[in-house]
């Protein structure tokens, strides 16, 4: 491994704003070096350590590492516009290191979430010196993939983020007062209710004011296509390692991406997904304990990655099996060619009208029961106690976690199995298609698929989350859920449970078409949905299998 130097300068973009730029060097007389790229707003020094190793481990390596304050954040000059900027930024950095003393010319990149979508914007603006990039937990497309799930808001960590970019400009800005206000916020995050002085402070410094326009832009307003990565990507072409969580908010971004990417893509397109969260990757997630095989193994891994696309160095790291999951259950990894398999198994919903009030009501049958023409589980969503998050992909508290207590609610129906006489490997796409109606016009169900153990524990492993408006109750509401990798072993059992809210990871429904801002609503009435099975309304859950 080399020694390293390092050195912090300014780069000048093409209308003379100054970027703050953490630059190390391996230390050597005269041997030039490819460089690795991250461009990120939460300060250089911090440089995604939050999941990456340090980028004086990188440059140790044999690698020159470019560690970027973007636009308006940490030490750069210039307003941060969120997203707008990065393509015209990233292509005069990308011209900058290029050109670095000691550089081959060669550039790869790697980062997650606002690091992963510049590496996407940098290879949209298609500089020749960019051959690689690492995208991890990313949107592919802003609205579908990060700000809305299935038209639901996403809530929680919507306005986490929008509170935390927005103290770090009071900071910048040198307002300490609205800093206090907004940092004290973000430790206690107003999910109820938004007091003035923080909405004020809000309003004031978010950035490009993202999140009331989130709020109230409609899905097909021209803002969302305008800093989407989808609508630029139809020339882009390279070699990319696509990096993902089974816990991640974003991993419907990183999915996708990778989907049209395999489909077009005339160079390696690789997938990997770990058990993890946004943050942290590791081997425990909440109640969960996937082994030290789940440890982070990115870091070597992209180093072999780059290795391969930067300095031509082949390796069996990467084989013709270009997917490598971590499954859940079995608690390793596996290799596979293709991301969903063709094989399926649909479990159909019955019950006798209580998988409200029973927790061994509601079933889930491989055959939909020929006896039972007809039934119907009726949820009342009551605001003063909408059903709350807990684990999941969606929430700050991301993984696995035991609901069982939680399955007790009657505003949550509940469908299960029979005990598996034989191990279930689930991998891929997870669907369901339920026949349901409401006297609102509009309504939520957010659905969640958990596994059942002998002593009575319920440990989650895949949710999803739809927003229903103008429903045609003789058509089923089809939806995608958190895709996954997970064996089920013999003598535990499926559980499906749905409920009318998942708070506050989602806006409450209020039977509204709206998302209200601060989730108070004066004229709000309870909610009544009804979730129809039988032969007649065939209500399904639909499992990619290995």
Known sequence: MYQVNKETVFMATRDGVKLAT???????DNQQ?????????????????????????YAKQGYIVVIQDVRGRGDSQGEFLLFETEIEDGYDTLEWVANLNGS?????????????????????SKHPALKTICPAMIAYDLYTDWAYENDAFCYQLNLAWAIQLSAETARLK???????????ASRNLPIYDMPIMVEEALRKYCPSNFYFQWLQLDRNDEYWQKLSPKTYFKDVDLPMLHIGGWFDTYLRGTLNLYAEMNKKSQFQQSLIIGAWAHLPWGNTLLDRYYTTTANNNINELQIAWFNKY?????????????IKLFQMGSNKWINKKHFNSKKQVKFYLNSTGLANIRDDDGKLTINNKKNNDYSEDIIIHDFWRSSPSLGGHASLLSGSIDRKELDNRSDIVTYTSDILKEELEIIGDIALEIYAESDAKSFDLSATISQVFSDGKVYNFSQGYIKITHHDSEKPIKFKLQSTCIKIKKNTALRLSISPANFPAYSVNYGKNKVINNNLCLDAKPVTITICSGQKKPSKLILNLR
């Open 22 to 28: 953490d630059i190390y060097r391996p230390v050597t």
């Open 33 to 57: 070096f490819p460089v690795l790229l991250m461009r990120q707003p939460y300060g250089k020094s911090i440089a995604s350590t939050v999941v990456y190793a340090h980028p004086k481990w």
């Open 174 to 184: 040198q307002d300490f007062s609205a800093y206090k206000i907004l940092y004290l």
């Open 310 to 322: 930067l300095k031509r160095s082949e390796s069996d790291t990467f084989s013709n099996k270009n």
């Open 104 to 124: 081959t010319g060669e550039v790869g990149m790697y980062g997650f979430s606002y690091q992963g979508m510049t590496q996407l914007y940098c290879a949209i």
